[in-house]
């Protein structure tokens, strides 16, 4: 009876009850982009003579799709990328020795599921950092932890870790992740990469 009585005073709602209503469930069930885009996405379905099935997947794909973004944009955040690198924005003509294709198939990420290393090696100048950083970017978009950093300050963590009695809880962090980016840049060339980028997933 009581159930009865709940959904029939619910049916009742007017627009901006239900509004309302809509508005608290999703801040009760943390659904921040269903919250945000409801009214919008309820409009264009009424427009478009959508079923309410077809309005619900809507409606929850639009969530889904958003709150993987947001994840993915933590797992970037977390890796400490010292600067945003696109494998767009990567000059292909300028580096004719670097084939397009085997880094569009790196970026798939099948390396890392199988857990083997990866190095990219040339002179200066020809793009290491910004692959490494690229790759690594892709790789977090796909869903894997990533820590970028460089090779003296990761040699620098290793000794001080050593000296305090604390290396096996540093190995255990970095293990934590599912692809560990060394650079091997100079700091003073951070802009250019001068010496070898190498991209391993932590054994």
Sequence with gaps: ?????????????????????????????????????????????????????????????????????????????????????????????????????????????????????LCLIGDSGTGKSHLLIALGTEAAMSGFRVKYTLATKLVNELVEAADDKQLTKLINRYGRVDCLLIDLSRPRDYAEPATTCTLKRWQ
């Design 1 to 117: 009876m009581t159930t009865t009585t709940a959904t029939s005073r619910r049916n009742g709602l007017t627009e901006q009850a239900a509004d309302a209503a809509i508005d608290q469930a999703c801040r009760m069930l943390r659904l921040p982009t269903m919250r945000r885009e409801f009214g919008e996405l309820a409009d264009q379905a009424a427009r478009d003579q959508m079923s309410y099935r077809g309005f619900l997947a809507e409606l929850m794909m639009a969530e889904c799709d958003d709150r993987k973004r947001r994840q993915s944009d933590r797992r970037i955040k977390a890796a400490a990328f010292p600067r945003q690198k696109s494998l767009r924005e990567f000059d292909f003509a300028a580096n004719p020795n670097i084939d397009p294709a085997t880094i569009h198939t790196l970026a798939k990420c099948e390396w890392i599921r199988k857990g083997l290393p």
